[in-house]
DNA sequence: AGATATCCGATCAAATTCGTTCTGATTCGG
DNA sequence: CCGAATCAGAACGAATTTGATCGGATATCT
C-alpha cells in the first residue's frame, strides 16, 4: 500500500507523522504507542498528541498503550508486550513462505505474529483452504472471497488469542491437509518445536498432526532456543523458514535430520 | 498586500523561481523551507512569500517547516467507517441486556453489533462462561480473565466475522446453557426473528437450540421487519430487549405470545 | 481485594518557524 | 536623468511545535 516514494528520508512534518502514524495502524491493525514513537522517530508525547487529533477526526480509537482502528478486530490485549519489531525478518519470512503454498492447497496456519504475517500474503492465493485456531489469522483472511477460512473451536486464550483446549484438538481429530505452517516460541535441533504453554502446545500438536508435512516459520531469536514443552520433534519438520541471523550450526544439525532449510535474505 | 495582481508585470526571474519550487516539491512530495531556499538561492523569507503565493492558486499545502503536495497527505485512504450507527440505542439495550445475566452464568452470545456491545459490558462480570460464534464478540471478551470464552468451529463468514456452516452448528449440538443473547435482521411477532442468510439462519438455530431460553436483541430498526429465513419462532422467544422506538403494536403482539419485553430509554 | 507498574493528562520550558514592518536595490516610465 | 514602484533581504515579536517532568488514573499481577 506504500504507493509513495521510498520512506527512508524525510523532512518529517507534523502532518506527514500523522499520515505515517495512521498507515502503520492500518497496516498492523493495532500499533503501541511506544513503537509508533520509535517508528516516526519523536518523543511518545507528540505521538500521543498526534493520536489525540486523528482520534477526534475519527480515523482511529486509542486506548492505553496505543491505538487501534476503529470498528476493527484487534487485539486490545497483549501488544504492550507482543510488539513486532522484528518485522522486517518476519516479513521476509512470510515471503519465503508463500512459496510452499500452491493454488488449491488446504493448510493449517497456527497462531503467532510471523504466521500473521504470513497469512497476509495468503489473499493473493485463490482456492485456498485455511484451516487455524488463530483469531488474528482469521481475521487478516477474512476479506478474501478466494480463501475459505475454516475455524477450529475452543476455549479462547486471550493473551495470544488462540484457540485451545480439547473442543480445539477434537475439531483438528478429523481432518487431514497437506501442510501446516506454525511457529512456536523456541526450536532446536534436539527437541524440535517447543512452546512454554501446555495447552497450547496441544494445539499445536493437533495442528502438526493435521497435516502431511509440517512447516515451521521461526526467527532467528527462537532458532536454538528451547521452552518448556515440546510439540513438533524435529523428525516431524519438514520445513524451516527463518532468517539469516539464526545460528548456522543448528541450522545444520536441523538439516541432518531432514529438514529442508529457507532462509530468507532482509 | 497589493501583491494580488500575479501577472500584470512578469519579473521573469520570481516566475523561475516558483517554477522551480513547485517542480521541487512535485518531485519530492514534501520538501522543507531549509532546503527550498537553500536550492533556489534565496532568503526564506523570499521563499515563504511565493510558497504563500502558489498556496493561494491551490498548486501545493503549505505546512510548518516546508510544504507538500495537495494531495500527498490526503486521509481518506478508503477506509469504509463502519462505526454503529445507533449506537446511542445499541448501548442502551446492551445496558439493559446486562441484567439478564447472573455471576457464575454459561451464556451464548450470537454475532452483531449490538451484542458485541452487549459484551463489552460482561467484562464486569466474573465467573462467565461465554460461547459464542462471533469474533468480535470474543475479541472483546479476550482481555477479561474472569470469563472464559468457547468459540464454535466452522466457517469463516467475512462480512460478519462469525462462523456457520455445519461444523459451527455441530459445535453446538452438545451445549446446555441458561440464556442465549441473539439478535437478527429482523423480528415480527408472526415468524420471530428472522436474518437474509441461509447459512447464518442455520447458525442462529443452534445457538437459540443450546439454551433454556431465548433473548432477544434488537434495535427498534429492526422491530416488525422480516427478512427471507426464519430463525426463531415467537414462542421460542423468551425476553426481547429492544429501545423505545420500536412500533407498540408489534410489542404488544410479542407480549401476547408470551415474550417478555424490556424497553430502553434514551 | 490490594500492591505494583505502567500509562495518560497537564503544565512548563526551549527551540523553531511564521508574520509583519522596515530598509536597500533594481527596473521601468516620463 | 529622476521618480516611482516592486522585489529581495533583515530584524523583531508572536505563534506553533516539541520535549521533559510530575501527579493522577488505569491496568496487571499476586
Redesign the interface.
Known amino acids: 500500500m506504500s504507493d509513495?516514494?521510498s520512506d527512508s528520508r524525510?523532512?518529517v512534518?507534523?502532518?506527514?507523522r500523522?499520515?505515517r502514524i495512521?498507515?502503520l495502524v492500518?497496516a498492523n491493525g493495532a500499533v503501541s504507542l511506544r513503537e509508533l514513537a520509535q517508528a516516526v522517530r519523536s518523543s511518545e508525547v507528540t505521538v500521543r498528541r498526534d493520536l489525540r487529533a486523528l482520534e477526534s477526526?475519527?480515523?482511529l480509537n486509542r486506548h492505553h498503550g496505543g491505538a487501534t482502528?476503529?470498528?476493527e478486530?484487534?487485539?486490545?490485549?497483549g501488544y504492550t508486550h507482543k510488539v513486532s519489531l522484528e518485522s522486517a525478518e518476519k516479513s521476509a519470512i512470510a515471503d519465503l513462505a508463500c512459496a510452499l503454498v500452491e493454488e488449491g492447497d488446504a493448510i493449517v496456519v497456527g497462531p503467532g505474529t510471523t504466521t500473521q504475517e504470513f497469512a497476509r500474503r495468503l489473499t493473493r492465493h485463490s482456492e485456498l483452504t485455511v484451516v487455524t485456531n488463530s483469531?488474528l489469522v482469521?481475521?487478516v483472511?477474512?476479506?478474501?472471497?478466494r480463501v475459505?477460512?475454516?475455524?477450529?473451536?475452543?476455549?479462547?486464550r486471550?493473551s495470544i488469542?488462540a484457540?485451545v483446549g480439547s473442543?480445539a484438538e477434537g475439531?483438528l481429530a478429523g481432518l487431514r491437509v497437506r501442510r501446516a505452517f506454525i511457529s512456536g516460541n523456541g526450536l532446536s535441533a534436539e527437541r524440535g518445536l517447543s512452546t512454554p504453554n501446555v495447552q497450547v502446545a496441544g494445539v499445536d500438536r493437533a495442528l502438526a498432526a493435521a497435516a502431511e508435512e509440517v512447516v515451521v516459520l521461526a526467527d532467528h531469536t527462537k532458532v536454538g532456543v528451547d521452552t518448556m514443552v515440546q510439540t513438533v520433534p524435529p523428525e516431524r519438520i519438514d520445513h524451516l523458514v527463518t532468517d539469516e541471523g539464526a545460528p548456522g550450526d543448528v541450522l545444520d544439525e536441523l538439516a541432518g535430520r531432514g529438514v529442508r532449510l529457507h532462509v530468507a535474505t532482509i
Open positions: 509513495t516514494q524525510k523532512p512534518f507534523a502532518a506527514e500523522r499520515q495512521l498507515d492500518r477526526e475519527g480515523l482502528l476503529p470498528g478486530l484487534s487485539r486490545e490485549a483469531l482469521a481475521q483472511l477474512a476479506g478474501s472471497p475459505e477460512v475454516m475455524l477450529t473451536g475452543g476455549t479462547l486471550g488469542l484457540l473442543a475439531s
